[in-house]
Structure formats: C-alpha cells, structure tokens
C-alpha cells in the first residue's frame, strides 16, 4: 500500500507561479512513476506530468515549457513547479504513484488561477 499526501495548491494570479509537494509514505522499495494528473469542474482527468524512477520526465501537451516535474527517490516525495499559470489550469490536481500493477491516488489539491 501507498499513501499519498499533496500539498501546496491555491489561488494565484495569472501568470504567477505555484509548487506543488507530494509525499509517498508506505511499504515499498522503490516506486516506479510518480507524477500529476487534474480534473477541471465538467473535464475528465488528465495528464499533467509524470516521472520515472530514473527522473526521465514527459509532460502534457497544454503545461510544456510552464511546468517543472521532480523528485528525490531518497524521500519518495515529487514536485510540480507551475509557471506562467493560466486560468485554464484552474483544476484539482492529483499526485500519482505506480508501484508494481497499481497506481495509488492522493486526495487532491485545489488550484484556482484568478485575478
């Protein structure tokens, strides 16, 4: 089992920034991906980021070149830096982590982009 905590969402104004924190607790010895997903009122879950074990990154296509994925193997916690934020990014957004078949979900953070 995986638990997963998030941390760091909130309101910000267009073209501010905002980091995300997730924190993985559990038994395991490594996870495979980590990374973010969100959900807009009425929009199915989406990809914003991910990251392998390796620190190999990929991004959806709406947040490349405003979003920053990391994390630190050593205390099983990943990182989402937003840059530039839009008012579209406006979401719940999910940290994720895949250990072995199953992917383990946080509860989500709220982020609002408004002015």
């Known amino acids: 089992q995986v638990q997963l905590v998030e941390s760091g969402g909130g309101l910000v104004q267009p073209g501010g920034s905002l980091r995300l924190s997730c924190a993985a607790s559990?038994?395991?010895?490594?996870?495979?991906?980590m990374g973010w997903h969100r959900q807009a009122p009425g929009k199915e879950r989406e990809l914003v980021a991910r990251?392998?074990?390796?620190?190999?990154?990929n991004y959806g296509d709406s947040v490349k070149g405003r979003f920053t994925i990391s994390r630190d193997n050593a205390k099983n916690t990943v990182d989402l830096r937003m840059n530039s934020l839009k008012p579209e990014d406006t979401a719940v957004y999910y940290c994720?982590?895949?250990?072995?078949?199953?992917?383990?979900w946080g509860q989500g953070t709220q982020v609002t982009v408004s002015s």
């Open positions: 994720s982590a895949d250990l072995m078949h199953t992917r383990y």
């Open positions: 559990g038994t395991f010895f490594r996870l495979n991906a």
């Open positions: 990251i392998l074990s390796d620190g190999s990154p």
